[in-house]
């Protein structure tokens, strides 16, 4: 069994950042990627960024080049750097984990809350 506990998310001020972190514990023998989703307001999960294990990185067009990526493998963390954050970027954010048997794994989420 593996558990991810997200923490890093609040309320902040257009323009601003947030760091969020994922930490993975339990039966973690190995991991196909890691990534981020957030749900809206409206109830849609989308995919915001993720990072494969062997570190290629993918992002949603509306977070490209403002949103960063990243983990250490070692402490099997995951992290998102938000820089520029907009009001449309407020919603739950959601730690996800895929095994290579494809079995995911999602963390309990987080808040994020741009205010304009």
């Known amino acids: 069994q593996v558990q991810l506990m997200e923490s890093g998310g609040g309320l902040v001020q257009a323009g601003g950042s947030l760091r969020l972190s994922c930490a993975a514990s339990g039966s973690v023998s190995s991991i196909n990627s890691m990534g981020w989703y957030r749900q809206t307001p409206e109830n849609q999960r989308e995919l915001v960024a993720s990072i494969s294990n062997s570190g290629s990185t993918n992002y949603a067009d509306s977070v490209k080049g403002r949103f960063t990526v990243s983990s250490n493998n070692a402490k099997r963390t995951l992290y998102l750097q938000m820089n520029s954050l907009k009001p449309e970027d407020t919603a739950v954010y959601f730690c996800?984990?895929?095994?290579?048997?494809?079995?995911?794994?999602w963390g309990q989420g987080t808040q994020v809350t741009v205010s304009s």
């Open positions: 996800h984990l895929m095994t290579p048997s494809h079995f995911n794994y």
